[in-house]
């Protein structure tokens, strides 16, 4: 027979520092797809890194948990992200065009930093929300820097339409 425990596995302080941390993640990437008009955004975002954040703060505070489970509870919180995600994206009139994938990944790293959060690894989650936003809000101008110095003389950039000048 097992003694009944007394003390919790977390203060409520603890629970509700990474449950701030892991809306403030979610938040501020939702405000950025937001701001882009992109079809998941502020509430989506925050919803994914709290839930993901209450998922692995319950399997913490079962006494006893070992890797594997908390392993297989990622598993299936990153596996049903994926459909989530799945759902922004879409393909355009052109066959070749397809979007909504920096926002389906946006999604899956919202999760990765709520389990983060939730997890107590403040360290990771601070500097992966910063890697991220740090993508979202440079890669674009990166990108297009990098496609004008990799450009041969005479080659139309790849988004340019004809009859488009440059």
């Not at 489970?69 to 066959?95: C, D, H, K, N, Y």
Request: charged share 15%.
């Amino acid at each position: 027979m097992t003694e009944p425990l007394t003390e919790p596995v977390l203060t409520n302080l603890q629970i509700l520092l990474r449950l701030l941390l892991a809306f403030g993640c979610g938040a501020v990437i939702g405000l950025n797809r937001e701001f882009h008009r992109k079809p998941a955004g502020f509430r989506t975002f925050g919803l994914v890194s709290i839930g993901s954040a209450i998922v692995m703060l319950v399997i913490e505070m079962e006494r006893g948990t070992g890797a594997d489970a908390v392993s297989r509870v990622m598993q299936g919180v990153l596996t049903g992200i994926g459909f989530l995600g799945a759902g922004v994206i879409f393909r355009r009139e052109s066959p070749s065009k397809v979007a909504g994938l920096t926002t389906a990944a946006a999604v899956w790293l919202t999760a990765g930093l709520g389990m983060a959060a939730g997890a107590g690894q403040y360290a990771i989650v601070i500097v992966g929300m910063a890697l991220g936003l740090l993508l979202l809000l440079l890669g674009v101008p990166f990108e297009r820097l990098l496609t004008r110095l990799m450009k041969k003389p005479g080659e139309k950039d790849a988004d340019e339409e004809p009859g488009d000048t440059p």
